[in-house]
């Protein structure tokens, strides 16, 4: 089945300490990206990437990172979470070039909350 | 900057005709998409429009695109209590990074 996994799907966390949330993609996309979601402000995208070892800041960068190793996975790393972090995330991937509509094929979403 | 807005909430009765609005502001975009998100899910695409169209119809579906005025809009068509979701508009600029509105939470009532 195609589809776009996140993990974990939720994450309960203290300011400071380092976390992963890992995205992997079993359709051979070039593009992949993540967002964040808050009440009254949309999606909005943090980093995206249109290959391997090709990533790019979206609106909201600040305090996050990410890495394209392998084409099926983005990982996203908070260095240092803290509160103003604790949100709802969305990881993204779609195809690139040959015409295609760039539909993006969205995770279920991982919710954060640091305290 | 760029920004993309939508009103927050629209509620219709069911069988009634919803449109939804947004506004963008970057010019350079070449894709312009709706996605529908259901509650607890991710977001799915509804339909999309290239930029140099004005209108695009897919069964209940009606996008209208005027650029001069950076205005998009979505109908839909006969509104069922399952089309009960948020619908965010998006654009997709020039170096493919993607600007979403806020979302409209559409509320349908029977």
């Known amino acids: 089945e195609a589809q776009v996994t996140q993990n974990p799907r939720y994450l309960i966390t203290v300011t400071g300490k380092k976390l992963t949330v890992t995205c992997s993609q079993n359709?051979?996309?070039?593009?992949m990206s993540w967002y964040r979601q808050d009440p009254g402000l949309g999606l909005r995208q943090i980093y995206y990437?249109?290959?391997?070892?090709?990533?790019d800041k979206g609106d909201v960068p600040e305090g996050y990172k990410v890495s394209r190793k392998e084409k099926r996975n983005f990982p996203l790393i908070l260095e240092s979470p803290s509160p103003n972090q604790t949100s709802l995330y969305f990881c993204?991937?779609?195809?690139?070039?040959?015409?295609?509509?760039?539909?993006?094929?969205f995770g279920p979403g991982t919710r954060l909350t640091v305290t | 900057g760029e920004d993309v807005e939508q009103s927050l909430f629209l509620s219709v009765r069911e069988g009634d005709s919803s449109v939804i609005n947004c506004t963008y502001t970057d010019s350079s975009s070449t894709y312009l998409y709706w996605y529908k998100q259901e509650p607890g899910a991710g977001l799915q695409l509804l339909t999309y429009i290239f930029s140099n169209m004005d209108m695009k119809q897919d069964q209940r579906l009606t996008v209208l695109l005027n650029k001069k005025d950076k205005h998009l809009s979505l109908r839909i068509a006969d509104t069922q209590t399952g089309d009960s979701a948020i619908y965010f508009c998006?654009?997709?600029?020039?170096?493919?990074?993607?600007?979403f509105g806020t979302g409209t939470r559409l509320k349908v009532l029977a």
């Open positions: 359709m051979n996309h070039e593009y």
């Open positions: 990437s249109m290959n391997v070892e090709v990533t």
């Open positions: 993204a991937s779609s195809l690139l070039g040959g015409g295609a509509v760039y539909e993006q094929y």
């Open positions: 998006a654009e997709r600029t020039g170096t493919y990074k993607y600007i």
